[in-house]
C-alpha cells in the first residue's frame, strides 16, 4: 500500500515538473518552429517543440523505475561492482575507438567566462593548420535570441539548448544554430555571423565567397575580403577538416554536458580555462565601462555594500566556476581523460609549454602553426589595440590587472570568491602595497589532474 502511495506522489511531482518546463519551452519554440531551415547534411534538424514531451516522457520513466528498484533490487551486483564493472566497460570502449568513432576526429570544447583570455587561448587552436574547424562564440546568435523570450531564464533550459546546438556544430550540422540567427538566413546565407573573422576556416576557400559589388566592411575577414557567409559550404568545410574546436562563454555547469561527451560520434576534450577573479573584474571594468558604472563608483567612494545585485552576481559567477571545476577535477567516469584544467596565469607565463599540454590532452598533433603563432604573439613589445586583441606579452599581461583594481575592490572580490580562489590557487592579500608589488606572486604553484 505504502509502494502504492509513493508511486502515485512520484506522478503527480513528475507532471508538475513537465507542465513547467512545458510552458517555458513552448514560448521558446513559437519563435523557433518557423525558422526550421535545416542545411543539407547528414544530421537531423533539433526540434525543439518535440523536446518538452519526449525529455518529459523520460523523467517520469526514470523516476517510475527508480521506485521499481527501491521496491526490489533485481541486480546482482553491489553499487561498488556496478561501478567498477562501468569502468571496465569505458575502458574497454577507449582501448576499441568504439568511443568516439569518429575516424580519429577530435572535438575541443574550450570553455570560459569573458575576460579569461579565451579569445588568445582559442587562437591555439585556430592556428593549427587546415586540418582544424575552429568556430568563435558561436553561442551568442542563441543568447541573443533566448534573451527576447518571457521565462527562458531557466538554467536548465537553456543549457539543454546550448547542448544540443553545439552538438550539431560538432557534427557540421549548422541548422540547429541557423535557427537563432537573426535576421534569418537567406537560403543558408548569412552576412551576419559573429567574429566570423575570428574563424580561419570561414575565411578561407572555399568558404570565402567572392566579394558582390555592394558588400559592406563588416562581411570582411582579417586576411582577405569575404562575401557573405554560406553556412553549406561552411558545413562541408567542417566535414572535410580532421578536428573540430569550438570556444565559448556561455555554457556555465560543466555537467550539463555529459550527453554531449557521451555522444559515441563524437570524441569530446573540455579544456576549462580560469583566471584570478580579481583580475577578471578589472579587465571587465576597461572592457565593458559602461556595464560596470556601479564599481566604478565604489572604486572612487569606498564603500561597496555586498547585498547590491552586482556583488551577488559576481558571487553566482565564481560559485558557478568552482562547481564545474569540482565537476572536472573529482574525475566522474563520463569525464575521465576528456578534462583539463588550465589557469590563464600559467599559459601567460609558459604559453608553448602549456600549450603542448593543452595539444597533447587532445591527441591532436601540435603543429609547426601553431608553434610560430604562440611565439609571435607572446613576445610583442607593443600591445596591439582592442580589448578582444591577441597580441600581446602574455607574462606582462598577467600581471597588469594589479595596478588598476583598487584595493577596496579586491577585498570584496577575495570576501565573495575566497572558495573559488582557493581551489585554484590564488593567494589573498591583505594590503594595497602586497597588491602592487610584483615581486610577491600572486600565484600557488599547482598542477591538476
Known amino acids: 500500500m505504502k509502494t502504492k502511495y509513493a508511486i502515485f506522489f512520484i506522478c503527480i511531482v513528475a507532471l508538475v515538473i513537465i507542465e513547467k518546463e512545458s510552458n517555458i519551452l513552448s514560448r521558446v519554440s513559437d519563435k523557433l518552429i518557423q525558422r526550421q531551415t535545416p542545411l543539407q547534411t547528414p544530421q537531423t534538424p533539433l526540434d525543439y517543440s518535440n523536446m518538452t514531451q519526449n525529455g518529459s516522457l523520460t523523467v517520469l520513466k526514470m523516476l517510475l523505475s527508480k521506485l521499481a528498484g527501491a521496491a526490489g533490487n533485481y541486480s546482482s551486483l553491489s553499487e561498488e561492482e556496478e561501478e567498477e564493472q562501468d569502468d571496465d566497460d569505458d575502458d574497454s570502449l577507449e582501448e576499441s575507438g568504439e568511443r568516439g568513432s569518429s575516424g580519429g576526429r577530435k572535438h575541443i570544447l574550450l570553455l570560459a567566462t569573458t575576460r579569461t583570455g579565451s579569445s ?16 568563435f562564440e558561436p553561442l551568442w546568435h542563441v543568447e541573443r535570441m533566448l534573451t527576447t523570450v518571457a521565462d527562458t ?4 533550459v537553456l543549457a539543454g539548448i546550448y547542448r544540443d546546438v553545439i552538438q550539431g556544430l560538432f557534427l557540421c550540422d549548422f541548422s540547429p544554430l541557423e535557427k537563432f540567427i537573426s535576421p534569418p538566413p537567406q537560403d543558408h546565407v548569412t552576412p551576419s555571423l559573429f567574429r566570423r573573422e575570428s574563424s580561419i576556416s570561414l575565411c578561407d576557400e572555399p568558404v570565402c565567397t567572392p566579394v558582390v559589388k555592394d558588400v559592406f566592411e563588416r562581411y570582411h575577414c582579417k586576411t582577405r575580403r569575404c562575401g557573405p557567409l554560406n553556412l553549406t559550404l561552411a558545413s ?7 578536428h573540430h574546436a569550438i570556444k565559448t562563454v556561455r555554457v556555465r555547469q560543466l555537467e550539463t554536458l555529459q550527453p554531449l561527451v557521451e555522444d559515441p560520434h563524437l570524441d569530446v576534450r573540455v579544456i576549462q580555462l580560469v583566471r584570478d577573479p580579481r583580475a577578471i573584474l578589472a579587465s571587465r571594468m576597461v572592457a565593458f565601462s559602461s556595464k560596470y558604472q556601479t564599481w566604478k563608483t565604489w572604486a572612487q567612494g569606498g564603500q561597496v555594500p555586498e547585498d547590491d545585485e552586482e556583488v551577488k552576481r559576481l558571487k553566482g559567477n565564481c560559485d558557478h566556476i568552482r562547481m564545474s571545476a569540482e565537476v572536472g577535477l573529482s574525475r566522474p567516469r563520463w569525464l575521465r581523460n576528456r ?8 599559459i601567460a607565463r609558459y604559453p608553448m609549454q602549456k600549450a603542448e599540454e593543452m595539444y597533447r590532452f587532445t591527441g591532436i598533433p601540435f603543429s609547426p602553426q601553431a608553434r610560430e603563432w604562440i611565439l609571435k604573439n607572446t613576445q610583442t613589445t607593443q600591445e596591439a589595440s582592442g580589448i578582444y586583441s591577441t597580441q600581446k606579452n602574455s607574462s606582462e599581461q598577467a600581471e597588469k590587472w594589479r595596478f588598476s583594481i583598487p584595493f577596496t575592490l579586491a577585498q570584496v572580490v577575495q570576501r565573495v570568491c575566497g572558495p573559488t580562489m582557493e581551489l585554484f590557487g590564488y593567494k589573498l592579500v591583505t594590503d594595497e602595497k602586497t597588491l602592487t608589488n610584483k615581486s610577491v606572486s600572486l600565484l600557488e604553484e599547482r598542477r591538476f589532474q
Do not use: I, P, W
Not at 583539463?340 to 600559467?346: A, I, K, P
Open 153 to 156: 531564464n531557466n538554467g536548465t
Open 339 to 346: 578534462y583539463m584544467l588550465v589557469r590563464y596565469e600559467d
Open 120 to 135: 588568445f587561448v582559442g587562437e591555439f587552436f585556430n592556428q593549427h593548420g587546415e586540418n582544424m574547424f575552429y568556430l
Open 236 to 242: 562541408e568545410s567542417c566535414r572535410a577538416k580532421q
